[in-house]
């Protein structure tokens, strides 16, 4: 084998890293795209989504148009071309009919729209970076899209506490690059991150690649600014890491995906830059190896774990095949991405070296790489990154993002597997082995509805049976809304139903999506 150097040292067991009102909306299955790289997309899938019918909203009137162009002159756009693109979500998929597209600046522009809207009852759809995938930042019919792209200013930084406060537009990697120059991070990491805005990050509970280390959103964001339906703006930004004042309010908002109000900015907690970061590229034989090597990496690796990520083969031939990637090492069932990231060059070294002799002593791992350096870092992770990327060339993809006990997680891709037979081109499964997410992927060579209707609702009674949840962090959108009963009960849903008519009574923010429909909370 040829030697890596880390550092000072050799690691002679691994390779070196290469660097209308009765119109119903239709929309295909999901097609998948890693957001946010510019890159073209392949012809939409297409099949229609029976069930979606218009409810009695008013329609735009000139007179409505007049009062949106005097409140945001230059920013109430109603050219048929600059909507296209705001009227079909990123992986074109889903198309809306929206006639008018809003820009505020600021919180009190986007007050007195809503506050319009509502005396009007005009439904609306917020839309920030229009990165989701599940259908949840478009219009479904003709919602006014009121855009937080203009929303984009830092107020402030607490170099002290690491606390940032910004409008909601903010997009995620100039964020990340600011707080950079500070030498903190943002405690979220997506695909998505040269487009997406920190306000939809919020909305729909986003969570990515460094949530095994920092947390989750609902743990990282201390304060929001939320305008609501009718134009009430509630400000709980606070920069306070406590505040045991009554009911958490802010908690409402975080993952709700705009139906319950519009987050104009957002308060959260910054970790401190690490000052080394390590990245293993491992292959394993077999899953429970896999599931073994995790179990022994939190413990000999701790406080400096910052990612664990898996694929199986399938996925490493997509992007081998369709992307020209490269595999490090040699050919393995299943891989896996270790990331430490921490504050001691020489102490991290030293973990990672006695965590990496113990699995392939102990045969858990058959064979890997290790890198320090920043491209070759990037090389790696692109592995795993561009998985989504891939599969638009091989078809048309039907993607699932689903939560699980991490022992059942991949035995659901191998039980599809074997359900869908000669049916599916492909069957992989990648993802976020740490936080137990699983990213299952399943492609045809066009659209096919007979696979659909194998594949659902097979995926959400698993899920269920398997004490799973539906989504785990792509949120629910329209896509998955009428399948949250596998994951939540009755009496939730009834609830949901009861803040939202509490909150938004006129239902003009982002109808149709996230909430099922009445009848199945029933």
Known sequence: MTTVFYGSRAWGLFHRASSSSSRVWTHPPFVGLSPGRGLSRPPPCRAAHSGVRRLPFAT???????????????????????????????????????????????????????RYCNARGLAVTPQGGNTGLVGGSVPVFDEIILSTALLNQVLSFDVVSGILTCQAGCVLEALSSFVGEQDFVMPLDLGAKGSCHIGGNVATNAGGLRLLRYGPLRGTVLGLEVVLADGTVLDSQAPLRKDNTGYDLKQLFIGSEGTLGVVTAVSILCPRKPSAVNLAFLGCATFPQVLETFQRCRGMLG???????????????????????????????????????????AHDEEKLHCFLQEVMTSSLVADGTVATEDSKIKALWALRERITEALTHDGCVYKYDLSLPVQHIY??????????????????????????????????PSHDPALLAAIEPYVYEWTARHHG??????????????????????????????????????????????????????
């Open 469 to 522: 949840s539906i989504s785990a962090e792509h949120g629910l959108g329209l896509k998955k809304r009428n399948y949250v009963h596998f994951s939540k009960p009755a009496p939730a849903l009834r609830l949901m139903w009861q803040i939202k008519s509490l909150l938004d009574p006129r239902g003009i923010l982002n109808p149709y999506k996230t909430l099922p429909d009445r009848a199945s909370t029933d």
């Open 411 to 444: 035995q659901l891709v191998e039980d599809m597997q074997e359900h869908l037979g000669t049916r599916a081109k492909n069957v992989v499964g990648y993802g976020h082995l740490g936080d137990g997410n699983l990213h299952l992927n399943i492609t045809s």
């Open 303 to 345: 406080e400096v774990l910052s990612a664990f990520e898996f694929l199986d083969s399938a996925c490493m031939k997509l992007v081998q095949d369709h992307l020209k990637l490269t595999n490090p090492i040699k050919e393995s069932p299943f891989y896996i991405l270790i990331e430490t990231s921490g504050s001691s060059a």
């Open 60 to 114: 735009l009137s000139q007179q409505d148009r007049d009062f949106f162009q005097t409140l945001l002159p230059g920013r109430a756009l109603t050219d048929p071309e600059v909507l296209e693109a705001s009227n079909v979500d990123w992986l074109k998929s889903v198309r809306g009919s929206s006639e008018l597209l809003l820009r505020p600046r600021t919180t009190e522009e986007v007050s007195q729209i809503l």
